[in-house]
Nanobody, 116 residues
């Protein structure tokens, strides 16, 4: 079992910044990829950013250049630095961990609200 605990969500004004954190615990040794997804009202869950074991990253086109995913392996923690936030970024953000292409783990979700 893997447990993911998120922090850092909140309410910010357009143009502002937030940093989300997600700490993993439990059977973390087989985790291959970590990342962030989000789900806005009336929309499907979408990938925001991922970081693989080797350090490669991928971003959704909508956040490219504004968001940065990073990790601290000593703390088993992944971060999402969100800059130049837009109202369209408003969503529940979910921390993700994947293992062996089979097992998927999710955080509880944290609300990010960007006001106009």
């Amino acid at each position: 079992q893997v447990q993911l605990v998120e922090s850092g969500g909140g309410l910010v004004q357009a143009g502002g910044s937030l940093r989300l954190s997600c700490a993993a615990s439990g059977s973390i040794f087989s985790i291959d990829v970590r990342g962030w997804y989000r789900q806005a009202p009336g929309k499907q869950r979408e990938l925001v950013a991922i970081i693989a074991r080797g350090g490669s990253t991928n971003y959704a086109d909508s956040v490219q250049g504004r968001f940065t995913i990073s990790r601290d392996n000593t703390k088993n923690t992944v971060y999402l630095q969100m800059n130049s936030l837009k109202p369209e970024d408003t969503a529940v953000y979910y921390c993700y961990a994947g293992s062996r292409g089979i097992y998927n783990y999710w955080g509880q979700g944290t609300q990010v609200t960007v006001s106009s």
